[in-house]
């Protein structure tokens, strides 16, 4: 069985930083793409950012030049490197594992709240 733990988050002023991890557990194979998305109260879940296999990536333009993901293959690890962190990105961050047969897995999320 698979699983995804995510860590890293927590509180922090505006303008600092928080790196958030998510490592698979369990067999898992042909992971096509990794992202993180996030999902702030009464709002809907969004994409922040997803890296591919051959390394493309995509950002939500909110985050964009703030935020960098990437991702360590041999370890099956996905990292989310936030800087210039604002009030508005406080919500609760998810990992997504997508695989090339189409399954996909969640993490259990991860708290990241930005206040002075």
């Known amino acids: 069985q698979v699983h995804l733990v995510e860590s890293g988050g927590g509180l922090v002023q505006p303008g600092g930083s928080l790196r958030l991890s998510c490592a698979a557990s369990?067999?898992?194979?042909?992971?096509?793409?990794m992202g993180w998305f996030r999902q702030a109260p009464e709002k809907q879940r969004e994409l922040v950012a997803v890296?591919?296999?051959?390394?493309?990536?995509n950002y939500a333009d909110s985050v964009k030049g703030r935020f960098t993901i990437s991702r360590d293959n041999a370890l099956k690890t996905v990292y989310l490197q936030m800087n210039s962190l604002k009030p508005a990105d406080t919500a609760v961050y998810y990992c997504?594992?997508?695989?090339?047969?189409?399954?996909?897995?969640w993490g259990q999320g991860t708290q990241v709240t930005v206040s002075s």
């Open positions: 369990g067999s898992i194979a042909g992971i096509r793409a």
């Open positions: 997504k594992f997508t695989t090339d047969s189409g399954s996909y897995y």
């Open positions: 890296i591919t296999g051959g390394a493309y990536t």
